[in-house]
């Protein structure tokens, strides 16, 4: 695995070389999102100090590719050989798409693949990736372990009430550093798609 010294800016932001504009802004809400200082799933899996250096690196990574001049000089000096030859774009290597190639991937540490709808099952797996065990997120989050583990079983029955539901969600979805509007429409797309069963 790559340190975060030795990744283009491309890969810090996991965006492709031909990203516009608006992907790199998008890319790097993304991230800042996922390594905020206060995030207790971050903080679980990376010091202090590598922290503040991956976030030292978005900014600069950010910075470099959203200024036009200074994104054409930095392509151009790493993305050729000494013999003025043009690398492969790294999106038709070996036929792995670019976004799969990034080593320190915040989108796997927050598991947000694209549109996936967030329901129990998936928060559950999320959380166990990261290594978090719910007795940490009910004490981060003040929330019962009863009714969370009620969200992750899924158990329709024994849910609270809607307006408790999304301020539970909320809760669970800051502490796992996650998008806490994404959670709670996932999870209430999933209701609603599990009602009409």
């Given at each position: 695995m790559k340190r975060i010294d030795e990744e283009t800016y491309y890969e810090i932001l996991e965006v492709s070389p031909t990203a516009t504009a608006k992907e790199i802004q998008m890319a790097y809400d993304h991230a800042k999102e996922t390594f905020h200082s206060e995030?207790?799933?971050?903080?679980?899996?990376?010091?202090?100090?590598e922290i503040s250096k991956i976030q030292a690196a978005i900014e600069q990574a950010y910075r470099i590719l959203m200024d036009e001049a200074l994104r054409k000089r930095y392509d151009q000096s790493h993305f050729q050989t000494a013999g003025g030859q043009e690398w492969?774009?790294?999106?038709?290597?070996?036929?792995?798409?670019?976004?799969?190639?990034?080593?320190?991937?915040?989108?796997?540490?927050?598991?947000?693949?694209?549109e996936e709808i967030y329901r129990g099952k998936t928060?559950?797996?999320?959380?166990?990736?990261?290594?978090?065990?719910?007795?940490?997120?009910?004490?981060?989050?003040?929330?019962?372990?009863?009714?969370?583990?009620?969200i992750e079983e899924e158990a329709l029955d024994r849910l609270p009430t809607l307006v408790y539901l999304k301020g539970f969600l909320k809760g669970y979805a800051h502490c796992l550093g996650l998008n806490p509007q994404k959670v709670i429409d996932g999870y209430i797309q999933f209701l609603n798609e599990s009602k009409k069963k």
């Open positions: 995030s207790l799933a971050i903080y679980s899996l990376f010091s202090e100090e492969e774009k790294p999106s038709e290597m070996e036929g792995i798409p670019w976004e799969k190639r990034a080593s320190l991937s915040f989108t796997d540490l927050a598991a947000h693949a694209g928060l559950r797996q999320i959380r166990e990736k990261m290594g978090i065990n719910l007795k940490t997120v009910s004490a981060e989050t003040k929330i019962n372990m009863k009714i969370l583990e009620q």
